[in-house]
């Protein structure tokens, strides 16, 4: 019966989703990708920035050649640096205290998707000063529009410049969910590739595997169109073929800025398409132990991909002929298993561990309902697990 509402409910929001304005934001990409922002803000009106971002990005001084470029255009910038790595309902309003102390009238945010997501985060807290976050968690539920908003990635990952989603941490209840609303996709999102270049290599890792993660849940989940299965599929390849070069190669700008296209691609696909349980896990490991999001994915998604079984031997099979050679006569199955293995050979190949060293047993049965209440009735996942489902998927990541 549960599953019969679950399954309505999607239906509806496959329905509504057909009637938003899936804008895409301006899209510069590549070395001068910078150069063609500063053209593109001077022409417009707005002069008072707040610039979002990681305190790493202050440390390897990565912001300051565009600082001091639209300083010299007559840019005012205030810094906001203090926020956490997933970001906390506190930075955000201290963010947007700043933001009105300042009388900033646009944001740009720089740094991986804790940056973006907590400017997201001042804009729904700038526009909708008076409602709670916990009262917007969900879907379309901000409807009055934020300040103007720049987003430059400098991981290759969360895909946060292209997508209509927030996702926040409450640090009193350590619960970390999602706000998605059209008016949160950013307006411009510039995908540099020199700004990737420092991200160590497990960094890279772990933020190319979320981004696959967003491209596989897209794909296999029932809310695709032919849209975001094609952006799903070229997030595919593209991570596939361009994460070993890097991990091998780091300095190779071509391959990151093909990197940084795959994960726009996947931010495309899983934002009009949904994420599943492979996400709604990994935000309980991030709320409740601070594990970095795309390593919680990681670890999550083949552990998840198994247990889902036949439900995604299609779609699996599907995605293993767009981007396998030599699949002419192979059964779906095989193909199916073949996906999942090179995504286990990726994860051996970025050293990612295939259990989550902070998990207690005592935790299990808070964090899977948490994830049950994520993902029920919303994400249109290709099977409905139930509490049951979700203890032995955790109990499998423990420890031996
Ligand atoms: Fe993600």
Known sequence: MKEIYYRMYQSVFRLISYLLPWKEPIVYSGEEATHQLIDHLVKRSNRRVLFVCDPTIIKLQLHQPLLKQLNDKGFHIEVFDRLQPNPTLASIEDGANTFQQENCDMMIAMGGGSAIDCAKGIGVKIARPKTTFSNMKGVIKVLKKIPYLVAIPTTAGTGSEATIATVVTDEVTHEKYAISDPVL?????????????????????????????????????????????????????????????????????????????????????????????????AHTLGGQYSVPHGLANAIVMPVVLSYYGDSIVQPCADIARAVFKGTANQSDETLSQQLIRHIQYLNQLADIPTTVAQLHCEDIDLLASRALKEANPLYPVPKILHLNDLQNIYSSLLVK
Do not use: M
Request: charge should be positive; proline fraction near 6%; hydrophobic fraction near 45%.
């Open 185 to 281: 996709l950013p307006k411009v999102a510039v995908l540099n590739p020199q700004y990737t270049v420092s991200l160590p290599p497990f960094f890279t890792a772990t933020t190319a595997l979320d981004a696959l993660t967003h491209a596989i849940e897209a794909y296999i989940g029932r809310s695709n169109t032919q849209k975001t299965k094609e952006e799903a599929i070229l997030a595919i390849q593209l991570i596939f073929e361009y994460l070993p070069v890097i991990l091998e190669h780091p300095n190779d700008l071509k391959a990151r800025e093909q990197l940084q296209i795959a994960a726009y691609k996947a931010g495309r696909a899983f934002t009009r398409a949904y994420v599943g349980y492979i996400h709604a896990i």
